[in-house]
């Protein structure tokens, strides 16, 4: 069975550093591994994904993430952080063989970027 | 851009009691999903639906759960009858394929008293 590991459950940091957020999976098969962020009250929004090709994939509002498969590893990243990047991040692993469009969902990490 | 609906936003029901969970998905998209989470853990997904029917779902979309999506009406998940462990926050998202990009709505907050 697949799973998605999300270590840190919160991530602070100031206005202008970089952040990176941590995902990690175990799947028998290529992944495909998404990114979505949800802000308060509001319902997740997509960000980026992975389904094959270039390991480093761009998304929306500056984000990108690099798939690592040597660490089974799809952390997100973004630099500069500005404060409106505060939200809580999710990471999620799909299912290629069975093609149901089932995610499996980490935890989450919530983040906090002061000004 | 295109969204999902979701209502109502909050229900409190009577534990045994019927509820309907009405998702308002994105007009061209196929596929339809319904997610819980419990308050403090994952999203975990409950079933999904394509054409009419159910295409797979989860050991905890049990036997007084159902869905369906009569003439392109709203995409619905009736819980009958209701019990305490199904309160959660419930997600439905749509797509137009799969290993797409999922819209998700905001959620529908159950709590069964």
């Known amino acids: 069975a697949q799973s998605v590991d999300q270590p840190d459950a919160h991530v602070t940091l100031s206005e202008g550093a970089s952040l990176e957020l941590r995902c990690s999976y175990s799947y028998s098969a290529a992944p495909y591994l998404f990114w979505y962020v949800q802000y308060p009250g509001q319902s997740l929004q997509f960000l980026l994904k992975?389904?094959?090709?270039?390991?480093v994939v761009k998304g929306t509002k500056g984000f990108e993430a690099e798939f690592r498969k040597s660490n089974s590893s799809f952390n997100l990243k973004k630099s500069p952080a500005h404060w409106s990047d505060s939200a809580k991040y999710f990471c999620a692993l799909e299912n290629t063989g069975a093609n149901t469009g089932k995610l499996t969902f980490g935890h989450g990490t919530i983040l906090r970027v002061h000004p | 851009g295109p969204k999902v609906l979701q209502i109502p936003s909050h229900q409190i029901i009577d534990m045994g009691q019927m509820v309907t969970l009405n998702c308002d998905p994105v007009?061209?998209?196929?596929?339809f999903y319904w997610y819980k989470q419990i308050l403090g853990q994952q999203m975990e997904f409950l079933v999904n639906f394509y054409n009419g029917k159910v295409m797979e779902k989860s050991k905890l979309f049990k036997d007084q759960f159902s869905v369906e999506r009569p003439d392109g009406s709203y995409f619905t998940l009736k819980i009958q009858p209701t019990a305490l462990e199904d309160s959660a926050v419930y997600f439905c998202?749509?797509?137009?394929?799969?290993?797409?990009?999922?819209?998700f709505g905001s959620g529908t907050r159950l709590l069964v008293i």
């Open positions: 992975y389904i094959t090709g270039d390991t």
């Open positions: 007009s061209n998209h196929l596929y």
């Open positions: 998202a749509s797509s137009l394929e799969h290993n797409s990009d999922y819209t």
